[in-house]
């Protein structure tokens, strides 16, 4: 059977105003045209929905029973097919889920989480711990906001810049390489640490160094910058991190840091989302926030 939705907005006038021709009048249409529709909509129901008595009609047992489920259908019906309202934050009720890099949640996700919470109090965050292989939670809707160092390569995966990192090398107070000026060489020698969430025991430094003839020992592998952090400040290992994300982890620390003696761009930082939220108010309020918070992270001076 084919149902002609049309129907459920005449019924929901019909029950609400309890006439053929209040309802004809509510929906600016003529009796005729109403008393056909509430004919068309027995039939589908099987029941009278208005029955006569006297000079006045009243609704059927069924009618009354319908009749709060009816009129909640068309109000969503209207909210889903009409012009987005105004987002009003304060009245927002939403889980987000944002899957960043660990040392940009450690730097970053206190102040955006206060943001959010002082903004739109109903507003959940859900900070997740980015997986040791890429997955399709971006696409599926899992994952509502993403960081990344690359631009991605699906046409429906959104990113957006939010900043440029420079590398730097941090290690533990008095060690070696604070007595003189580091060369290239020096830096080279020592024994270094990679941070990687695959535990690969190289990165692009290693081909860089490797371009100018020379090669490093790269004796560990972490899973977060912060057990990185730890490991350099308890050894004599090495770590080359970005710095923005990383000050403040290695301010509170304690930790020495270098500058890289290895010419290197700049680490990009990427915001990314999928398209379907490109139109999403709450989506919208949320990236703006996320990219205000960043931001603010890469404009402080260095320390």
Sequence with gaps: MQLDLNLLTALDALLEEGSVAGAAARLHVTSPAMSRSLGRIRKATGDQILVRTGRSMVPTIRALAMRAEVHALVQQAHHLLSAEQELDLAALDRVFTVRWHDALTAACGTALTTAVHHQAPGVRLRLSAEPGTDGPELRRGEIDLESSSSRPTLPDIRHRLVGRDRLVVAVRPGHPLTETPMSLERYAAAEHLTVSRRGSLRDPIDEALT??????????????????????????????????????????????????????PDVPLYLLWHQRYDDDRAHIWLRELATETVQALFARPNT
């Design 211 to 264: 371009k100018r003839g020379l090669d490093r020992r790269v004796v560990a592998a972490g899973p977060t910058a912060a057990f990185a952090l730890q490991l350099a400040l308890g050894s004599d290992l090495v770590v080359t991190l970005p710095d923005a994300v990383t000050r403040a982890a290695r301010y509170q620390l304690g930790l020495t840091t270098l500058a890289l003696p290895l010419p290197l």
